[in-house]
């Protein structure tokens, strides 16, 4: 019952809410490579310490810790989030997950590397570039007539073709190319001669040097145009067969000697920016590239939006710019001697890729790139932004703007040197202090200490269906499951992993695999039909296989969420044939309410965090037989949220009530259960028990009478001191 009686959720709320505000600061290791959805380490850490440390959590957080001879498993690491947070506790790990660039990117973020090596070899590149492309980045400056400044993104707008007229247009759904928040005016384009005006008052912007007046509403508008030169409403994508074409219409660029400004100014392309653009082009024609992949985008609930757009092939995502700057550094990278750091850049590479595409629009408040995985799709905009390849440089040495090689290799040597001097950061008021965590390390071996080590990581590249281990050999499982359809894992990292198996090759350990799709990978995909039954039924066995590896009264523990309460009946169903109980069920931030992918959507960012055992004890006040009492619980725990600074949506409450269904759910079927029923089956009679229990809308009216929560008793026992000697449990 460790977790159950050491976990505190306001203190890993607060701890997993500041985290996600910019979890490179927290975890700089999660910058190797792109993973999608990564919950917070500060979660894991708080519920492998409350587990194994035998202290209420914040007793040990900001300790050396040290639980040699625990071994650990996450049958979906994805990006190693749990894993990570294990290892660097000194347990044996083993991982698995479908996909082989999950298991490539955790093994990178394990693996040791020597540093300095990697920086020599980092400056080596960037002067390699600086010498093939340097120019292709620079720009004249027409405020001070510098002629080679550094462009820091090139905008680009879709062009339409008129189906009746046959006339090309610009497709901009609005001409504001920058807002009054971090530029002091508004910029917006000007739609009869292309000049860039800087306006203080958007709904007044006034009249263009050239006469026209200006506009902040573009012409697209609800997937149609009118044609401007013959007025015919013309209906998306607007172009003719192909994937569509672009127009370089602005440049941000920086010049420091810019005095009283950031060095940031935008101008219209010049002659020489387009020269620029066609030089590109030209060397692009001229080589028979080695290293661009050529496969075909295969159908997918996200990749067919792509097929809608006209484009067929991945390197049609790419402009000659960007193939050309691809295929240079790519030919760096493959000369590379040094296997281990061969990989590193490769890995670099691949997730540079995201940025180096024509899927990344410009973000016109923050005036950056949102990379293609901003959203977990292949998002297609009107505007797209391309960013300097090979970054820029302050005169201090820190990188300006994003998307270039400078900003990948400043955050992958920073993610390195993480492992070898961990921390965590603490609050005292609003003071931050980092707080340096002698004693622990992440990897294999420990660079540091002369000492043998007796960690073990063993990473797998397979469905989680298929990883039998020993009986008795898990202390805990710690994951973070698919949930259900939110994410499309296979379809998006492809993106990816063509271009890294081309690079490196395929008898690369690690690129045996052609494709990081699976039909075994455990999400609803509609092209795929995969359904409820596939992920109900998949996680099942993998629960299943995983308790059956547990020892006596080990935890499996993982957090989830999701809207439609079915999602919640599949993860019952595995609880209920792995033969578990759900002795706890844990509310914790997990996502940021502003993120690009969650905002506006109306999803939750409070995960639950089951806590699943053969044998132990659950609270007795965590026991509910209606609306009323789960009422009471939930606003307990929002209570607690609170208190760590979050504000619970509506979408949250939901996904914590669907959290104590299920884990009630199962306490009730528990002794009835028949594995032997069909999945429909299974899944109607989780419904039904959780309906009999309470729904949503019982629990709405519930929630609206209950008394306000300071004159509630308190039903938490996981903030309170005194909790752990109150503690009534009922065992099982
Ligand atoms: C929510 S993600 C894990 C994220 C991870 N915890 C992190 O920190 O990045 C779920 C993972 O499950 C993997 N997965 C899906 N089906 C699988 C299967 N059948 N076997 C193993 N892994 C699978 C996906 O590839 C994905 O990486």
New binding site residues.
């Given amino acids: 019952m460790s977790i159950e009686l050491n976990f505190d959720i306001a203190f890993t709320a607060r701890l997993a809410l500041r985290e996600k505000q910019i979890q490179q600061n927290y975890r700089p290791i999660?910058a190797v490579h792109k993973?999608?959805?990564?919950?917070p380490g500060t979660l894991f850490r708080s519920l492998l310490l409350s587990e194994f440390g035998n202290q209420p959590v914040n007793q040990t957080y900001y300790c050396t810790n040290n639980f040699e001879g625990i071994t650990i498993a996450?049958?979906?690491?994805?990006?190693?989030?749990?894993?990570?947070e294990a290892n660097r506790l000194g347990c044996n790990v083993i991982g698995?997950?479908?996909?082989p660039?999950?298991t490539w990117i955790v093994q990178e973020e394990i693996s040791e590397l020597d540093l300095s090596r990697y920086s020599k070899t980092a400056e080596n590149l960037l002067s390699y570039l600086e010498n093939e492309i340097g120019q292709l980045y620079k720009t004249r400056c027409p405020v001070t007539g510098s002629e080679d400044v550094d462009v820091k993104y090139f905008l680009w707008v879709k062009i339409g073709i008129c189906t009746a007229c046959k006339q090309s247009f610009d497709l901009f759904p609005g001409y504001i190319l920058a807002k009054d928040v971090r530029h002091p005016t508004y910029v917006l384009v000007c739609a009869a001669c292309g000049d860039l005006n800087e306006v203080a008052d958007p709904a007044n912007p006034g009249f263009c040097n050239c006469g026209a007046a200006l506009n902040i509403k573009g012409p697209v508008k609800r997937n149609q145009c009118a044609c401007p030169h013959c007025g015919h409403i013309n209906k998306t994508p607007f172009h003719g067969d192909g994937p569509p074409s672009h127009r370089l219409f602005a440049i941000e660029y920086y010049n420091p000697k810019l005095k009283g400004k950031s060095g940031r100014l935008f101008k219209k392309p010049d002659a020489d920016d387009i020269a620029r653009v066609e030089e590109a082009q030209r060397l692009w024609a001229a080589i028979y590239p080695s290293y661009v992949p050529e496969d075909d985008i295969p159908e997918g609930d996200e990749t067919n939006r792509l097929h809608r757009w006209g484009y067929k092939r991945f390197c049609e995502l790419f402009n000659s710019r960007q193939l050309l700057a691809l295929e240079t550094v790519a030919s760096f990278i493959a000369q590379i001697k040094d296997q281990r750091l061969r990989r590193a850049f490769a890995t670099n590479f691949s997730d540079l890729l995201r940025y180096q595409n024509m899927l990344c629009r410009y973000d016109t408040m923050a005036l950056k790139s949102l990379d293609i995985f901003s959203i977990h799709g292949f998002p297609v905009g009107y505007v797209q932004v391309e960013s300097n390849f090979l970054g820029i440089r302050k005169d201090n040495g820190l990188p300006v703007g994003s998307g270039g090689w400078i900003n990948i290799i400043e955050k992958y040597s920073k993610a390195k040197q993480y492992c070898t001097t961990p921390f965590e950061v603490a609050f005292q008021g609003k003071r931050k202090k980092t707080i340096e965590i002698d004693g622990e390390w992440i990897g294999e071996h420990n660079s540091k200490s002369s000492k043998p080590n007796s960690r073990t990581v063993d990473l797998r590249c397979?469905?989680?269906?298929n990883?039998n281990l020993p009986a008795n050999s898990l202390d805990a499982v710690f994951?973070?499951?698919?949930?259900y359809g939110?994410?499309q894992?296979?379809e998006l990292?492809q993106f990816c992993y063509i271009w890294l198996r081309k690079l490196l090759g395929a008898d690369f350990p690690g690129l045996d695999q052609t494709t990081t799709r699976?039909q075994?990978?455990?999400?609803g995909n509609d092209t795929a039909a995969r359904g409820i039954d596939h992920f109900a039924e998949?996680l099942a066995q993998?629960y299943s296989l995983m308790a059956s590896a547990l020892k006596s009264g080990a935890p499996l523990v993982f957090?989830y969420h999701h809207n439609q309460q079915e999602a919640y009946f599949a993860v019952a169903m595995a609880i209920l044939d792995a033969d578990l109980i759900c002795s706890a069920s844990l509310p914790c931030p997990a996502e940021m309410g502003g993120s690009i992918h969650i905002h506006g959507t109306g999803s939750s960012i409070v995960d639950t965090v089951f806590i699943c055992r053969r044998r132990g004890s659950t609270a007795r006040s965590s026991l509910f037989k209606n609306a009323t009492q789960l009422a009471r619980l939930v606003q307990n725990e929002l209570e607690e949220l609170s208190n760590a600074g979050m504000k619970p949506t509506e979408g949250d409450i939901r996904c914590i009530a669907f959290g104590h269904l299920t884990r009630m759910a199962i306490w009730n079927l528990k002794s009835s259960w028949d594995t032997d029923k069909t999945t429909e089956q299974k899944l109607e009679r989780i419904r039904n028990t959780m309906n009999e229990i309470a729904t949503l809308d019982d629990l709405t009216i519930e929630l609206e009478y209950l008394d306000p929560p300071q004159q509630i008793i308190n039903f938490g026992l996981f903030t309170v001191p005194e909790a752990r000697e109150r503690h009534d449990a009922v065992t099982f």
Avoid: C, K
């Fill in positions: 999660i993973w999608f959805a990564r919950r996450d049958p979906f690491m994805g990006g190693g989030t749990p894993l990570l698995a997950d479908i996909n660039m999950a397979v469905s989680a269906t990883l994951t973070d499951p698919p949930y939110m994410v894992y296979g990292m699976h075994d990978e455990l999400t998949g993998v957090t």
